[in-house]
């Protein structure tokens, strides 16, 4: 179980993060809503250290994250931000060090094999040896997701994953991070402005509007009025194939 407790972030005077508190259980997956400059990005590095909220508290199994070494975090949650530094090294090195919380004195047999599953279960082993400043953005993104998972978290951060992946590789990818969360029974936080496809893959949506948690739940918070109030647009919502869809305008 994750919780999140009335978390509280400033920048300078401008409050952005007021009191969010909501809680995440094992094999959980939501998405983080809300408009541009809503605080999401924020409220995902409030969640992994890299900002210390004004207040609040993060506790994973009722451990509370502030307590833990670098590396019992980095055993604990991995993150893929919205933008990511890019060094010259090559897809695989990439991808491996997500191990590096594991590794003790070398590189093991079992770290290689993690990674070289997770490059074959993502499509990228043609890549393996390619230098990740040579990728596109969509082949970027796949591998820090990569990386992301072969560190096997606790709590998998995502900030927007998807945003420079074709509409297939989107779906893809959303897939497989909602069977991961299943399978390992994690619990993964994504931020998305795709409010179709969270409701395709998430289990729960967190709307951020005016630094508030907003609204918290699962599918039957996505309604008309919760978009009107939180990005000031109209929508209907109907089912396609089966599936609740918003249509906007
Ligand atoms: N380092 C910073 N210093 C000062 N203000 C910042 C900083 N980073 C972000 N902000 C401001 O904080 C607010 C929240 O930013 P944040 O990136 O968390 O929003 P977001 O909901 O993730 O937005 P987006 O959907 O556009 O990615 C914005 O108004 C932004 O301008």
């Known amino acids: ?3 999140i407790k009335d978390i509280s972030f400033s920048y300078g005077k401008s409050n952005i993060l007021k009191d969010v508190s909501f809680n995440v259980v094992a094999g959980e997956f939501v998405g983080i809503l809300g408009k541009n400059g809503a605080g999401k990005s924020t409220l ?3 969640l992994n250290k890299i900002r210390a909220p004004k207040k609040g508290r993060v506790l994973i199994d009722k451990h509370d994250i502030l307590k833990m070494s670098r590396l019992e975090t980095a055993r604990h949650i991995s993150y893929v931000a919205q ?6 090294m090559t897809v695989f090195d990439s991808v491996l060090l997500g191990r590096k919380p594991y590794i003790k ?3 093991s047999q079992e770290d290689i094999d993690i990674c070289d599953e997770m490059l074959e279960k993502m499509g990228l082993s043609e890549f393996k040896l390619r230098y990740i400043d040579e990728l596109s953005g969509g082949e970027l993104q796949k591998v820090m997701l990569a990386r992301a ?3 096997q978290p606790r709590l998998l951060l995502l900030d927007e994953p998807t945003s420079n992946l074709d509409p297939k590789n989107q779906y893809e990818m959303m897939a497989l991070v909602r069977h991961v969360t299943k399978e390992r ?11 179709n496809l969270a409701l395709r893959y998430c289990d729960r949506f967190l709307f951020l509007k005016d630094g508030k948690a907003y609204k918290y739940g699962d599918e039957s918070v996505v309604t008309p009025e919760t978009i009107e109030s ?3 647009i109209t929508s209907a919502i ?3 194939k089966g599936q609740k869809t918003v249509v906007i305008g």
């Open 1 to 3: 179980m994750i919780e």
């Open 149 to 151: 998972l072969v560190q």
């Open 83 to 88: 933008k990511n530094e890019i060094h010259q």
């Open 44 to 46: 995902v590095t409030c």
């Open 238 to 240: 109907g089912e396609v």
């Open 105 to 107: 004195w070398a590189v």
């Open 185 to 195: 029974n994690i619990s993964t936080i994504i931020v998305s402005h795709d409010i």
């Open 230 to 232: 939180v990005y000031g």
